[in-house]
């Protein structure tokens, strides 16, 4: 069966501090696909990133970047220099399947970024 | 983009009602749309997906009765929260799978339902 956990349930950090946000998951198939989404105060989750299984590089996208460890089953999510408008709550999520069903999502991490 | 719409984005209701939530893909045909509940400070939970002109599969634990799903076409689907109850309080978010698209869900902004 597939979990994902998000170990980190809030954080809090000053503006311009870097944060790191931890993603742990399970499965046992070897195709998968790995997600982060961000979902502010008004509830609308905003996709930042999808990697599957196969490509294990990390990426970088401005002051976001992404940490993918297939050895340590671990997928961490980093803001640099993060800003108050960063604040909101981080889903990791997992899938399983080709045709974008059987998402799980982690539990979750509330990041508070003050000014 | 692929743009997801909710409608209503809240509803507040009295207990025994019914609630009609929908889900339109409105730039994309929609093979399968799915229905998340969020409780606060929770995750999102998989409640059931849906496939167009099928019937619904819902997780363990929902009540097919209590929430109906409907995916008459390719860019709606419909969630019913029938005779509603104040557990039934919560964030319901869709999201739809563009057709031919491999794993990839768009979400739809959600829509808060609040039953007195």
């Known amino acids: 069966a597939q979990k994902v956990t998000q170990a980190q349930t809030e954080i809090s950090v000053v503006e311009k501090e870097d944060v790191t946000l931890d993603c742990v998951y399970e499965?046992?198939?070897?195709?998968?696909?790995l997600f982060w989404y961000k979902q502010p105060p008004s509830g609308e989750l905003v996709f930042l990133i999808r990697?599957?299984?196969?490509?294990?590089q990390n990426e970088i996208s401005g002051r976001y970047s992404w940490n993918f460890q297939k050895s340590t089953s671990s997928f961490n999510f980093t803001i640099t220099a993060s800003q108050v408008v960063d604040s909101a709550v981080y889903f990791c999520?997992?899938?399983?399947?080709?045709?974008?069903?059987?998402?799980?999502f982690g539990p979750g991490t509330r990041l508070s970024v003050l000014p | 983009g692929a743009v997801v719409s909710q409608h209503p984005s809240r509803v507040i209701c009295k207990s025994g009602t019914s609630v009609k939530i929908e889900c339109r893909s409105l730039?994309?045909?929609?093979?399968?749309m799915f229905w998340y509940r969020q409780f606060p400070k929770q995750s999102l939970m998989l409640m059931a997906t849906?496939?167009?002109?099928?019937?619904?599969?819902?997780e363990q634990g929902v009540e097919k009765d209590k929430f109906l799903i409907n995916h008459a076409s390719l860019t709606l689907s419909t969630l019913t929260v029938t005779s509603a109850h104040p557990e039934d309080s919560s964030f319901y978010i869709c999201?739809?799978?563009?057709?031919?698209?491999?794993?990839?869900?768009?979400f739809g902004p959600g829509t808060r339902l609040t039953v007195l």
């Open positions: 999201s739809a799978q563009r057709r031919g698209g491999i794993n990839e869900q768009f």
């Open positions: 849906s496939n167009e002109g099928s019937k619904a599969t819902y």
């Open positions: 990697r599957n299984s196969f490509d294990e």
């Open positions: 730039d994309f045909q929609a093979t399968t």
């Open positions: 999520a997992l899938s399983e399947d080709n045709y974008g069903q059987n998402f799980v």
């Open positions: 499965t046992r198939d070897t195709t998968y696909y």
